[in-house]
C-alpha cells in the first residue's frame, strides 16, 4: 500500500470501509447521489464512527485510503481467482487464500 498511511491504522481501515459500504448500500440514495456527496456522507460517518481520541479525516484523505485499500483486494482477488483456476482438489477456503 502507499507509503504515506501514518495517519491510518487497521481499525481506522475497517470503520472507513464499513462507512463506505453503508453509504454505497443504502437502497433508497445508494445509486442515486453523486460521488461528491457520497464521500460527504462517507466522512460523516467515519467522523461519528471512529474512536474520539483519532483526529477527523477529511473527505479526500479517505477518498485516498480507500483507492489504496480497494487496490490491495483487487490484488488479492486477482491472486485468488488464479490460485482457484489451478483447481487445487480438496483445497479449503483458507488453504486458497494462504496460497494467494
Keep these: 500500500m502507499s507509503g504515506r498511511t501514518a495517519n491510518y491504522r487497521d481499525d481506522k481501515d475497517v470503520i472507513s470501509c464499513q462507512a463506505y459500504m453503508e453509504t454505497s448500500q443504502d ?7 453523486t460521488s461528491d456527496r ?20 477529511g473527505q479526500r484523505s479517505l477518498q485516498c485510503r480507500y483507492s489504496d485499500i480497494e487496490a490491495g483486494v483487487k490484488r488479492l482477488v ?13 483445497a479449503s477456503e483458507q488453504t486458497i487464500v494462504s496460497n494467494a
Design 78 to 90: 486477482h491472486s485468488i481467482k488464479h490460485v482457484e483456476s489451478q483447481n487445487p482438489s480438496g
Design 27 to 33: 437502497p433508497i440514495t445508494g445509486i442515486s447521489q
Design 38 to 57: 457520497s464521500w460527504a456522507r462517507v466522512t460523516t460517518i467515519f467522523n461519528n464512527s471512529k474512536n474520539s481520541s483519532y483526529a477527523d479525516h
